[in-house]
């Protein structure tokens, strides 16, 4: 069993919308149910000697442009060593809507960078950014899922050049998710296209340790 990047004693803060969330703030408190949970679990069961504090901030429904507003208490101010986000599907689907709180690829971009370079350069750790994703593999041209996808490439994009301006770790969670939907239903790892299921909080949380390890 080889080692992990994450060092005893580290704080490990996950960020991000309901994703990330996962009823963290109710019954499922503190870490939610969903793959930061299933992450956590894991690691502990395979590095029982290791003691690290675990932090999660997801907020249901947040973009990027609602994480600006909480950067500094919800990230800067905890001291994290470690940092992982997962940011962007919100953003994209208020463009599709229309409206004030659209979040366009590029002003996603700026504000992306904005908190990067507010916290990177005080982690001992690392960051992970994790792609924005969509369990949907409708290429029809007609609807929603198919209009989402269309899009969806240009704030992965996004997500790519900040890995690579960062030096982060990147975890391409659409990716993944598009290779298991050539073998199954995406009914196996999601109710809906957004919000994945057990299976697909697994799936998250997998990528997470590999990448980590």
């Known amino acids: 069993m080889g080692g992990l990047k994450i060092k005893d004693g580290q704080k490990f803060l996950f960020i991000g919308d309901s994703i990330t969330d996962c009823g963290r703030r109710g019954e499922s408190y503190p870490l939610g149910n969903g793959y930061v949970?299933?992450?956590?679990?894991?690691v502990m069961a395979r590095f029982p000697e290791l003691k690290v504090e675990y932090i999660n901030k997801?907020?249901?429904?947040?973009?990027?442009?609602?994480?600006?507003?909480?950067w500094y208490d919800d990230a800067v101010a905890l001291q994290p060593d470690w940092l992982s986000i997962l940011v962007g599907i919100n953003d994209l689907h208020r463009v599709l809507q229309g409206g004030p709180e659209a979040v366009t690829p590029e002003q996603y971009r700026k504000?992306?960078?904005?908190?990067?370079?507010?916290?990177?350069?005080?982690?001992?750790g690392g960051v992970i950014l994790m792609e924005p994703f969509y369990i949907s593999r409708d290429d029809t041209?007609?609807?929603?899922?198919?209009?989402?996808l269309e899009m969806l490439p240009e704030?992965?994009?996004?997500?790519?050049?900040?890995?690579?301006?960062?030096?982060?770790?990147?975890?391409?969670?659409?990716?993944?998710?598009?290779?298991?939907l050539r073998y199954r239903h995406p009914d196996i790892f999601c109710p809906e296209p957004v919000h994945p299921n057990q299976a697909g909080y697994t799936v998250i949380a997998e990528a997470l340790l590999d990448i980590l390890s």
């Open 155 to 180: 704030y992965i994009d996004v997500v790519h050049e900040m890995h690579r301006k960062y030096d982060t770790l990147l975890i391409r969670t659409h990716e993944i998710f598009q290779r298991h």
């Open 111 to 124: 504000i992306y960078d904005a908190l990067l370079s507010a916290i990177v350069p005080s982690l001992i």
């Open 37 to 42: 949970k299933s992450f956590t679990d894991k």
């Open 141 to 148: 041209g007609i609807g929603l899922r198919s209009q989402v």
């Open 58 to 70: 997801g907020i249901s429904g947040h973009t990027i442009k609602d994480l600006q507003n909480r």
